[in-house]
């Protein structure tokens, strides 16, 4: 066991009434500047509540702290608790696929630390954040506290703070836990069968749960004997402030541009057969005509792909950006690209690329089920096309051909729903959540 120590709040604020502030703990923060929480907290103040963000020191960097300088006021508390310990070969296991370079390896490495490290590899932080979250809730201005995962092992400072002092307790989770396969890798089926107590104890204990997709609140209600009402539905969306500096339609060029925003061989995305697509399409139209242009992680193994299928020329790596940098340079193309892979419980699942690309001017060109959530927001915002991997490379180059010729003629354009775009604004989501934690705040009152 090692010796931790909490970190001191980044800024010094004035104390607030009891009930005026809501604890928010969440592994990273801020994550990129445009994640989930990181426009809670951005946005629940217009609605008054006052976050108060605990957050795992380990993922603190320079650029993070850049960003909480420029996105966020002055008076933002924000704390970190630093982890006992630390972990190495469990990271890069879990995002790699059985098909993927050293994944067996891996798969072995990391077996020791999967073994002592329940429910998963970020708990090391948990127990000092718990030991500082108990510090801020027994000073009586925090109000309720909202838990964010992924990784799962957040909800347990929420379960301890319940426990031992009634608080209000909201827990959002942005993803499946033990129902997501790819990410879900218990050591043995006796820790499987301990993180599915621990689940279900979770579920059962905390006042409200947030799904970010109808379809993952039905399951929640169902698997675990919910409410109707205890169950709310905030789905990831866009914050229309992030392109407030961009011009909504891309300026004509004399190539026709496929943007794709974050990590292109994430888990088990059909990336290979994207590629193989935009290489087919560049074929038939002239590689000079094409650039797919790539704002995120390039990993190693896409690296060697390209220079395999020689698409070097094709495709341009922008790298990590910062949110707002990636949004312009992204709407700034023709074409957006959506990948996503298909198994039992993708049809619940939702890139978050996608509310961003819905308002970009353009269509979306998606590799992914032509059933579940993701298809129905394509089709009732009238954005784009779905095309499930299963078509195979001639279907979506093809399609990419459709959309060049509507683009050499200058009728590349799209008849958006606002409507049901608009749903998706994190500003409404923000008012919505305010609303539940008020709500999380009357009921720690009134024990």
């Known amino acids: 066991m090692h010796t931790v120590e909490a970190c001191r709040p980044t800024r010094a604020v004035p104390r607030c009434g009891h009930g005026d502030k809501v604890l928010v703990a969440v592994e990273r ?7 989930r929480v990181d426009k809670f907290v951005k946005l629940l103040p217009e609605h008054g509540i006052a976050p108060v963000v605990l957050s795992a020191k380990e993922t603190d960097s320079p650029r993070a702290r850049q960003l909480r300088q ?3 006021p002055a008076e933002l508390e924000a704390y970190q608790a630093s982890s006992r310990g630390w972990s190495y070969f469990t990271p890069r296991y879990l995002v790699r696929g059985p098909g993927s370079r050293n994944y067996r390896l891996l798969a072995l490495l990391s077996f020791p630390e999967r073994f002592v490290m329940l429910p998963d590899y970020m708990v090391r932080w948990i127990a000092p954040g718990i030991r500082l979250a108990s510090e801020l809730v027994s000073r009586g201005s925090i109000g309720a506290v909202f838990t964010s995962s992924p990784s799962e092992s957040v909800h347990l400072i929420g379960l301890e703070l319940k426990q031992r002092f009634g608080i209000g307790w909201v827990a959002d989770f942005r993803d499946l836990w033990t129902e997501k396969a790819l990410l879900y890798r218990p050591a043995t089926r006796f820790h499987d069968a301990w993180i599915r107590r621990l689940e279900q104890t979770v579920f059962a204990s905390a006042d409200h749960v947030i799904a970010n997709t109808p379809e993952n609140a039905e399951r929640y209600r169902t698997r675990f004997g919910l409410a109707p009402d205890s169950v709310t539905v905030i789905p990831n969306g866009f914050d229309p402030d992030d392109l407030l500096a961009t011009s909504s339609r891309p300026e004509p060029q004399a190539r026709f541009r496929i943007g ?25 139209v002239g590689r000079d005509k094409v650039r797919l242009i ?7 193994q896409v690296r060697e792909y390209l220079a395999r299928k020689q698409m070097q020329d094709v495709v341009v790596l922008r790298g990590d950006l910062a949110h707002e940098e990636a949004m312009k340079v992204t709407a700034e193309t023709d074409v957006r690209l959506l990948l996503l892979y298909e198994n039992e419980y993708s049809g619940c699942v939702v890139p978050m690329k996608l509310y961003n690309y819905l308002i970009m001017d353009g269509p979306i060109l998606a590799v992914a089920p032509e059933e579940g959530r993701t298809a129905a927001i394509i089709r009732e915002s009238r954005m784009g096309v779905v095309l499930s991997a299963a078509r195979g490379v001639s279907a979506i180059s093809g399609q990419l051909q459709h959309y060049y010729e509507a683009w050499e003629k200058g009728q590349l354009t799209v008849d958006p729903n606002h409507a049901e775009i608009g749903r998706y604004d994190r500003h409404a989501h923000a008012r919505t959540l305010a609303g539940i934690l008020r709500n999380a705040m009357q009921h720690e009152i009134g024990r």
Do not use: E
Not at 267 to 277: E, V
């Open 260 to 284: 794709y925003c974050g990590s292109l061989d994430k888990h088990a995305f059909p990336w290979r057969l994207a590629l193989d697509a935009v290489a087919q399409f560049a074929q038939v």
């Open 29 to 35: 923060f801020p994550a990129t500047g445009g994640s």
């Open 294 to 300: 790539h704002c995120g992680y390039a990993s190693r």
């Open 70 to 72: 420029d996105l966020y």
